[in-house]
Structures are given as C-alpha cells and as structure tokens.
Antibody, heavy 116, light 107 residues
Framework: QVQLVESGGGLVKPGGSLRLSCEAS????????MSWIRQAPGQGLEWISH????????YYADSVKGRFTISRDNANNSVFLQMDSLRAEDTAIYYC?????????WGQGARVTVSS | IVLAQSPGTLSLSPGERATLSCRAS???????LAWYQHKPGQAPRLLLY???SRATGIPDRFNGSGSGTDFTLTISRLEPEDIAVYYC?????????FGQGTKLEIK
C-alpha cells in the first residue's frame, strides 16, 4: 500500500533553515508528481509546492517562492523541502502528498515551529 | 480560484444526512474538484474527485455532485466516525486551492 512518511520537522528561529524529507513506498515513485501542503495553526490547507516525476520542473506558491526549494531523489524514493529564511508565519504542519489530479495520498505530517 | 465552503460548522445526529457546500469564484475546469476528510492528528484522506467519483475504499455513503461553480458533498447515514473537517479543493487551475473547511460535529 502507498505510504508517505515525513521527517525533519522541529523548532527553528526566524531567519533559520530546515529541511523536510518524505520517504515514499508502495508505488513507482518516479512516475508521480509529489507535493508539499501545509496547515498553519487554526487555518486550512495551503498547497505550497510540487515537483514533476523527473524532478525537472518545480512549482511554488507565491508565499514561499524564493525561500523554499523542492527536490527529489528517485533512487531513494524521497522528496525534500528545503526551507530557508523562515518566518513566524511558516509555522505549520507540513504534509507530503502524491499528486495525481487531486492529492490522492498524504503523509501524517511534520510539525515546523518558527519562534525565537 | 477562491473556494468558499458553507456552513463553517455542522452539528447533526447519527443517522442524519449532512450536506456540505463548496462555491468557486470562477468555473472549475473539467469538474476538477475534490473533497477531503481530515481528522485531528491524521493524514487528510481523499474522498471524491472529478466532483463525484469516489476514491478507493470510500463507502457509498459519501456522494458528490455539482458543476461549474457550485459543488456539494453529501454524507448519508452519519456515523460517529465521520467527525472531521471536510475540505473541497480545485485542481483545474494553478495554483491549486482549498476551501476553508467545514467542521462536522456529531451530536
């Protein structure tokens, strides 16, 4: 069965960096786009980035463009989110999701807190 | 595309029918509209896509309808396990956007 497991969350100071990882299993990884979606405390869901199966093309929400970088390692069935210049408003649970039209499978999420 | 969900909170009894609305600020391409169920502490789960097609393993109590700018999720014969926040999402235009969610409470 499809499984997505995020890791790398934690507490970071404003202006700092963090790298999230998502390990996938149960499907042919390089055939699917992969996404990151976040949920800030008390808020709804926000798509922030996705990457094509080959890794050649990446898309970002305006709220993170220039600060976050999505990448993938198809040999190890993993997708990453490098988050730089973090702000308090980036505090959220970050979900990895497989993109196949809708987001058809999701991980349990990684909590990121940006605070001094 | 901005998606507006109503009501914000819905409180119903077991066995009743829930009707959740999602209205788009412009027409959603090809009925590229999905519904998700999100329980606290769990991964969101895809319920419906293409406005009315159920995802794998989703019981037939969950039904979707609508087109253009108006979509509806209907949950019949409510069960206590249906407690969750339900989100609509459009994937026909970039950026992909979500509604703000409807919280379903069971009395």
């Amino acid at each position: 069965q499809v499984q997505l497991v995020e890791s790398g969350g934690g507490l970071v100071k404003p202006g700092g960096s963090l790298r999230l990882s998502c390990e996938a299993s149960g499907f042919t990884f390089n055939e699917f786009f992969m996404s990151w979606i976040r949920q800030a405390p008390g808020q709804g869901l926000e798509w922030i980035s996705h990457i094509t199966g080959s890794g050649k093309t990446r898309y970002y929400a305006d709220s993170v463009k220039g600060r976050f970088t999505i990448s993938r390692d198809n040999a190890n069935n993993s997708v990453f989110l490098q988050m730089d210049s973090l702000r308090a408003e980036d505090t959220a649970i970050y979900y990895c999701a497989r993109l196949y039209g809708p987001f058809d499978y999701w991980g349990q999420g990684a909590r990121v807190t940006v605070s001094s | 595309i901005v998606l507006a969900q109503s009501p914000g909170t819905l409180s119903l009894s077991p066995g009743e029918r829930a009707t959740l609305s999602c209205r788009a600020s412009q027409s959603v391409d090809g009925n590229s509209l999905a519904w998700y169920q999100h329980k606290p502490g769990q991964a969101p789960r895809l319920l419906l896509y293409g406005a009315s097609s159920r995802a794998t393993g989703i019981p037939d109590r969950f039904n979707g309808s609508g087109s253009g700018t108006d979509f509806t999720l209907t949950i019949s014969r409510l069960e206590p396990e249906d407690i969750a926040v339900y989100y609509c999402q459009q994937f026909g235009s970039s950026p992909r956007t979500f509604g703000q969610g409807t919280k379903l409470e069971i009395k």
